[in-house]
């Protein structure tokens, strides 16, 4: 992908992971922990995280376009390496969002208003063992470590674009914005 409006398309699409990929590792931390965040958002993270993972790779190959029209640099470099971290920091969030969406969609249903248990027993086999508090615990440990690198990993990242972009262009000192003629 090249350019979108005749800008790069990198620099568009960037924004989108540099905001969805921790929207969803704060999200997974949430549903992993939380039950009622579970119920409201398991789902929607798991949606939200797939697209994560879909935009990732559309977004590094568009920096590999722009790459390729600009001064190579050591930080270019260092950031191009770093930018292909991104997809081992987005599918592990990913995975996580769905075993979590799963093990939710797998529990059995609350009780109804009434308070009345169901009247008809319905035998479901369980892959994920959503009643299980061991795998729960293990799944919001595993949920924090994934989240915390995934955050970190764009913190990287967009700091190393940011200083390959940005390193010997601007000065401390304010330039003159132009004479009104006095």
Known sequence: MGTINGLPA????VHAVVVLLPLAA??????????AFRRRFAGPNALLSVFVVILVPITTSAGEWLE??????ALLHTHTELGDTAIWAAVPVAVLALVIWWRHREAP???SAGGSERTVATA???????LSMTVTR???????G?????VYDVYRIGDSGAKATWTGTVSSAATPQGSDGD
């Open 10 to 13: 990198h620099i568009l699409l």
């Open 109 to 111: 249903a609350a009780p």
């Open 146 to 150: 994934f989240a915390v690198a995934a």
């Open 124 to 130: 479901r086999r369980t892959y994920l063992a959503p």
């Open 68 to 73: 390729q029209r600009v001064t190579e640099t």
């Open 138 to 144: 293990i799944i919001a440990v595993l949920a924090v």
């Open 26 to 35: 704060v999200l997974l931390v949430l549903t992993a922990v939380r039950p």
